[in-house]
């Protein structure tokens, strides 16, 4: 893979990470809800989460997605019901001091294997296979998603430190209710954009 390509698939990379989506969106909340620290297992999860979906579509699952088109309807419905599902549990969550007592943040194999249903993953994922490996092989994939994986930093850290800094203005249950209800309904709105983008 040329300097070039690497050039490239890395400004993508960060570019597309960093724009908003169901990852980011839940990391911003969970910074405000249980701080940088109690989220990093989720910020790993994500990272290596991905990173996996990227090495087995890259390895030959796309091609079982092409043989059976089937799948992508079904996973658009389990993403579909899940972020949905995710998006009721950020709205309801409970005031700060009493979420850093008795909630839990996301935990790492909870982030990862939410990497399988989360169609903005999939998309990054499919994109990147198809644009930016141009050889078949493990080593230009390895490399691949390792280049991703390290573009992906900065908006995990970003994305969970200013859920962090809001949390400064999240002292009131109702501003804090507001906060989730809000990234509970951008959550939603994420899923538009990826499931139908033709509407």
Do not use: C, E
Not at 134 to 141: M, Q
Not at 156 to 163: A, D
């Amino acid at each position: 893979m040329s300097i070039d390509v690497l050039s490239a698939l890395a400004l993508f990379s960060l570019i597309t990470s960093l724009t908003p989506g169901p990852n980011n969106l839940m990391l911003m909340a969970s910074g405000a809800n249980f701080g940088f620290m109690r989220t990093l297992p989720h910020m790993l999860g994500i990272t290596f989460g991905f990173m996996s979906l990227l090495l087995l579509v890259g390895l030959g699952l796309i091609k079982v997605f092409d043989a059976f088109p089937i799948i992508y309807t079904v996973l658009k419905v389990v993403s579909l019901i899940y972020l949905l599902f995710l998006a009721y549990k950020i709205a309801t969550a409970a005031p700060v001091a009493t979420a850093t007592a008795t909630g839990n943040p996301m935990s790492f194999l909870q982030a990862a294997g939410f990497q399988w249903v989360n169609p903005k993953a999939w998309a990054f994922g499919l994109s990147i296979i198809t644009i930016y490996v141009p050889v078949s092989g493990f080593a230009p994939l390895m490399l691949t998603a390792v280049v991703v994986a390290v573009m992906a930093v900065p908006s995990v850290v970003i994305w969970t430190i200013m859920g962090g800094q809001m949390s400064r203005f999240l002292t009131s249950t109702v501003r804090l209710r507001l906060f989730n209800g809000t990234m509970a309904l951008l959550l939603v709105a994420s899923l538009f954009p990826i499931l139908w983008p033709d509407s």
